[in-house]
């Protein structure tokens, strides 16, 4: 009977697998498996949450679908990096660039965009950004020449800043980063400095709290 059953419940096993197979291969037509393929390619999305995610738009009316997919085309048609500092713009030059009111003398070097925008929310630093788009990370054969760091170069060469605050993410590529372009401005009469170490090291300036952004731009150090 003990034999009888086991049979019974793997063959039930067996039918359950078979009917999950059969679900993903032959009930989802090819429009709906491509958006799955599409959602299950951004950064933290797994095939069940792109599933979910494409089942929520196909819920969801079509005009409201269609303004997500126009939200889309239009930054990849019309954002662009900003001529000076490299922050995300539709004009040439980006609204931080563009407002008078922002002190010229200090220059914050950021890793990407997101970080920029994590140190205006804290709304303390008052003084213009330079974004490298990434960080060297020789593992993964990103040089000095893939970033922008020789812009910031001539930038800090030909204006007159007097502090370059290095707000690179604390961790071991950040500050070889950091470490890398202040060997490049050595030369050039400006004080360097660094944010304080409230950031625990490791992490990310993206996810750390206004308050620990706050803190780390207040108690910057030199470099
Ligand atoms: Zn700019």
Do not use: W
Request: net charge negative; aromatic share 6%; charged share 25%.
């Amino acid at each position: 009977m003990a034999t009888f059953c086991f049979h019974l419940k793997r063959d039930f096993d067996r039918e359950l697998v078979a009917l999950e197979v059969d679900t993903t291969v032959t009930e989802i037509t090819h429009a709906v498996g491509n958006l799955i393929d599409q959602f299950a390619k951004l950064p933290g999305i797994g095939r069940k949450s792109a599933e979910r995610l494409t089942y929520y738009i196909l819920r969801i009316h079509a005009l409201e679908a269609f303004e997500l997919a126009d939200a889309i085309r239009n930054v990849k048609e019309n954002v662009r990096y900003c001529k000076s500092c490299f922050n995300l713009s539709e004009d040439e030059e980006c609204v931080i660039c563009c407002n008078p009111k922002r002190e010229c003398n200090v220059l914050c070097v950021v890793e990407q965009p997101c970080d920029l925008i994590s140190l205006e929310q804290t709304g303390v630093y008052h003084g213009l950004y330079h974004v490298l788009l990434g960080r060297i990370a020789p593992l993964e054969g990103i040089g000095p020449d893939q970033l922008t760091i020789e812009a910031l170069v001539k930038r800090v060469r030909s204006a007159k800043f007097d502090e370059i605050v290095m707000a690179t993410n604390p961790t071991v590529e950040g500050d070889g980063t950091a470490l890398h372009i202040s060997n490049l401005l050595a030369d050039i009469p400006v004080r360097i400095t660094r944010l304080a170490r409230g950031i625990t090291t490791g992490s990310v300036l993206e996810y750390a709290n206004k308050e620990i952004l706050s803190d780390a731009l207040a108690g910057r150090q030199d470099f």
